[in-house]
Structures are given as C-alpha cells and as structure tokens.
C-alpha cells in the first residue's frame, strides 16, 4: 500500500466511525471536509488499487499478538451471512439464514456468506470477556455462484484451512488453537492442519472411535491395519460411568455428565484425540459430543475452550450493528472482497485502541434504570474513539486562544453526550 493510498483509506475509516449508513459515499459526507479529493478516488481505493486485505489483515494480527503472551493463540472460525439486494453483484447467492430459521425449518436468504478466521483475547479492562478479533476473512461462494461468475468451487472448510494456513505460516514460530463448531471440525480441516496447530471442534453422538491400529506382526501378510478395536462411540461413552462436574461457561453454572477418552475418529485413522461427551443434567439441552486434538487436555478444558467460540458470534453481531457489515454497495470482484472485511478489520481496531487508550478515561454511562454496569460495551468503546476524536480535532481547530477554552469544554461535553 502506497502513502496516498494509505492516506485514503485513514479518510474513509475516519468517516465510517461516524456515518450513520456505512458505504464510502456517505464515509465521504461524516468527514466533511477532510475528504479534499475527488470521491472516484475513493472508490477506487477498493475498486482498483493495488493493496492486500489478506497484508492488512495479518498487520492487524501482529498488533493483537503483544497482547496474547507467549503461551498458545486461539483462534476462532465461523462463517457468516451478509445479506444483500441486486443479482449483478459479485459472488452473491442463496445461503442459510440463521436468524430466520429455526431447529425445524431451514430458511435461506439472499447476500454474500464470509468465513472469518479471528484471534480471541482476553484484555484487562474486561478480564471477564474473552474478544474475537477478526483478522482474516474469504467469501464462500456456492456452487451455482461460481457456474455462473465462473472460478473453482471451493467449500467453506477449504477456505477455512486456507485462512488458518495462511496465519500459522507468518507466525511459524507461535502454536495456534483453532475452535469451530462442526462444520469445520471435518476431515476436510483435521487432515491438513499445520504442524504448529491444534483443533477443538463438535462431534457426532454416534462418531466411530477406534483405538490405535495394532503394529504389524512379523511375516504378517497383507496391507497394514489403518484402525484397531472399535470403541463405543459419545452415546455409549455416556450411558456408562461418568463423572459429575459443577461447569462455569457461557456466563452460567451448570451440573453435567462428562466422560472422557482418547480415540482415533474412523475418517483420521493416524491422528489420535481427546473426545469429551457431555450431559447436561439442567436446563434441558440434549447430550453433546466434542473433540480436540491436544491430547494433554482435560474434558473440563476442552469443554472451557469451544465456549470461547461464542466470542466470534458476539464480533459478527456487534460489527453489523455498529460498523455496517452488511451494508457496503460495492459490486465489483475486488469492490466486494475489500469493502466488508475492511469494516471487520476495523471493529478489530477500535478494540485494540480501547484496550490501548481508550479505557484509560473510561466512566460507565449513568443510567437510572442501569446502575450496576461496570464493563464497558462495543458501543461504549466506539462511543469513546467518537468522542476523543471530535475532542482532539475542536481543541486542534480553536488553537491556544484564551478565553474560547472553556465553552469548548462545555460544548464537548454535550457532544460527548451525543455519541
């Protein structure tokens, strides 16, 4: 990325903290003035100029790391869906809609479905929250998309592999967690993970677990055994004994059910894991299964680490609420592939200054019908980039003038108000 190039893009992200419909057009129109070049040229920054979201992304991911210790990185991945109008915009299809759908019914809508390859951090103005931070994303394109744009089909678990490739190959020397509900649990994503990464992921109640393939007698004919004794599967392993454990996950107490063993799954014959069943013995959830390929674990980890998950689901929620995920109207190839991991990115961004500067003067807002609040939200953080920006500018704009300090002050108090 070039220094006018750069520049650009600090002018549009300037004016998506502040506009009220998140598309570069109306970016341009909450930065006023400091927009001084023709607006094409802003659209040309995603349309056409020559930048790396895949860069950006990874620089994005060397700011979080500092704040992650030297012990193992988690990462989350998940896809989401953007929904969108119009049939000539790039890579836009029919996708499952979770918000609309229910345990009965799958109903599918019509947008751009991204997988999102995020780091989870727990930072010490909120140690009660873990965050996920995206840094990484693909748009999964479905196979009547690519017949008619043309391209290679590819799954969403092939481009998963590919995101988490692609971030364990810039940090070699760093080990990786990667957690993901099942569809990313497959075959597909155990048998190509890197060396320097682990995967905890969903399992079937009725999985086939095998214990390891006995070694080869001498003058044994025949190929070699790929699987040894069949072992009951996460049903069974739950109707035996099993220990009774007291779990705080998901922001709740519950009383389960677990048990616990290491196995080889029928698809991954040559990779052992830890596989943990589990029952719920309140609220009334059905029994579950999980897996993780870090064998040093216990069931109660395991279980602890896929809760982590949901911090993904909280990132896609809070970054199409407040930053306009969904709302970007470009609808060329690359306008489409930069637009909206430009705004995930950014909700990255605005976290990491939060937990860099921003906490720092931070009050809960006084609420008559809230009094209890003690952490701060996604929009309070955004609230306070809003505020300490317009602060910084007013004061920068009225200079050293005497007399003017105070009723600025004033003014900005209102206005903090106003964010």
């Not at 989350?76 to 345990?103: E, N, W």
């Not at 103005?125 to 394109?141: A, E, G, K, M, S």
């Not at 069974?236 to 196995?263: E, K, N, P």
């Amino acid at each position: 990325m070039t220094v006018p190039t750069f520049l650009n893009f600090v002018t549009v992200l300037t004016g998506w903290l502040f506009a009220q419909r998140h598309t570069v057009t109306a970016s341009l129109v909450a930065v006023g003035r400091g927009a001084t070049k023709h607006h094409s040229v802003y659209h040309r920054l995603f349309a056409s100029a020559q930048w790396s979201v895949d860069e950006l992304g990874l620089a994005v991911a060397a700011l979080i790391l500092p704040w992650l210790g030297a012990g193992t990185i988690f990462v989350a991945v998940d896809d989401t869906l953007a929904r969108k109008r119009g049939k000539k915009i790039f890579g836009v299809g029919m996708h499952h809609d979770p918000l609309i759908s229910t345990r009965k019914t799958a109903l599918m809508n019509w947008g751009h479905s991204w997988v999102v390859l995020g780091l989870i951090v727990r930072f010490p103005f909120h140690p009660h929250r873990c965050f996920c931070l995206p840094v990484l994303l693909r748009l999964y394109r479905s196979q009547q998309t690519v017949h008619r744009e043309g391209g290679a089909y590819r799954t969403r678990p092939e481009l998963a592999v590919e995101l988490v490739q692609m971030l364990c190959a810039r940090f070699g020397q760093r080990h990786f967690h990667v957690i993901g509900d099942g569809a990313y649990g497959g075959q597909n994503v155990l048998k190509q993970l890197p060396a320097n990464c682990d995967l905890t992921s969903r399992l079937l109640l009725e999985a086939r677990l095998y214990e390891a393939a006995p070694p080869r007698r001498r003058g044994q004919s025949g190929r070699p055994r790929k699987r040894g004794k069949r072992l009951p599967p996460p049903r069974q392993m739950l109707a035996q004994r099993a220990q009774r454990v007291s779990l705080a996950i998901y922001g709740r107490h519950d009383r389960v059910r677990l048990a616990d063993l290491m196995a080889y799954l029928h698809a991954v014959p040559q990779r052992a894991v830890r596989v943990v069943a589990v029952e719920p013995l309140s609220g009334g959830r059905t029994a579950q299964a999980f897996y993780s390929t870090c064998l040093s674990a216990t069931a109660v980890e395991i279980l602890s680490w896929y809760a982590m998950r949901w911090s993904i689901e909280q990132a896609f929620q809070e970054s199409k609420t407040y930053l306009g995920f969904e709302q970007p109207q470009g609808w060329t190839r690359r306008a489409v592939q930069r637009t909206a991991p430009t705004a995930m990115l950014l909700y990255s961004l605005v976290i990491l200054w939060f937990a860099g500067w921003g906490h720092q003067g931070w009050q809960a807002p006084r609420r008559s019908w809230y009094r209890c609040k003690r952490w701060p939200s996604f929009a309070d953080m955004l609230a306070a980039l809003r505020w300490q920006s317009v602060r910084a500018e007013v004061l920068h704009r009225a200079g050293p003038t005497k007399g003017v300090q105070k009723p600025l002050l004033n003014l900005l108090k209102t206005l903090k108000c106003a964010a």
